[in-house]
């Protein structure tokens, strides 16, 4: 089956950096997305990869690693507004976007 | 660029009456769009998807008759929520695709609508 992986929930700190991982297993494989979710709103895009290596843009950076099924999105210099829900997703061979159930950013100050 | 917008953004009706939300591409031809719907705490589950000018193809346990969908253009689509009932309050969103360049995978949201039935 389809499975998408991420951690429910992670706390860091302003102004520093955090880490949210996500390993995925698909059928085929056309791309991971990064969306950002903040409560009682839509997703926001953040980032796209489908070849490996990082992409860097702003504070934020996601990486991927196609062989591993693994991506990581990287926030730098962390801010209160940064506080969200971050949504790993994948799309497969038939061009259908898998989703993760989200990681949930708590920041303190 | 890629701006989505849904249309209502809050609905408050009475159990048993229709809802009717638009989606609409401001700047790009959406080939493709999304119905998602959302409760609280949970993940995004995918209703349907649409394409312009065809049938929507329905997610598993998704009513078709119940939540109906039409995409008569490329810039708008609409999901009617036949006889709402109080279990059909959630947040529901729509997405959209293109046809080229940054719009052909990434899928843009717009902002969703939040229906309560009363």
């Known amino acids: 089956g389809q499975n998408i992986d991420q951690p429910t929930e992670m706390t860091a700190t302003e102004g520093a950096i955090v880490q949210i991982n996500c390993t995925y297993q698909?059928?085929?494989?056309?791309?991971l997305f990064w969306y950002q979710q903040h409560a009682g709103e839509a997703p926001t895009f953040l980032s796209y990869?489908?070849l490996d290596g990082l992409e860097e843009k702003g504070r934020f950076s996601s990486f991927l690693s196609r062989s591993k099924g693994y991506s990581y999105l990287l926030l730098k210099e962390l801010q209160m507004k940064d506080s969200a829900s971050y949504l790993c997703?994948?799309?497969?061979?038939?061009?259908?976007?898998?989703w993760g159930a989200g990681t949930k950013l708590i920041i303190k100050p | 660029g890629a701006v989505v917008s849904q249309h209502p953004s809050w609905v408050i009706c009475k159990s048993g009456t229709s809802v009717k939300i638009e989606c609409r591409s401001l700047?790009?031809?959406?080939?493709?769009m999304f119905w998602y719907r959302q409760f609280p705490k949970q993940s995004l589950m995918l209703m349907a998807t649409?394409?312009?000018?065809?049938?929507?193809?329905?997610e598993q346990g998704v009513e078709k008759d119940k939540f109906l969908i039409n995409h008569a253009s490329l810039t708008l689509s609409t999901l009617t929520v036949t006889s709402a009932h109080p279990e059909d309050s959630s947040f529901y969103i729509c997405?959209?695709?293109?046809?080229?360049?940054?719009?052909?995978?990434?899928?843009?949201f717009g902002p969703g609508t939040r229906l309560l039935v009363l």
């Open positions: 700047d790009f031809q959406a080939t493709t």
């Open positions: 997703a994948c799309m497969d061979s038939n061009y259908q976007l898998i």
């Open positions: 649409s394409n312009e000018g065809s049938k929507a193809t329905y």
């Open positions: 990869n489908v």
């Open positions: 997405s959209a695709t293109g046809l080229a360049g940054q719009f052909q995978e990434t899928q843009y």
């Open positions: 698909t059928s085929g494989f056309n791309g």
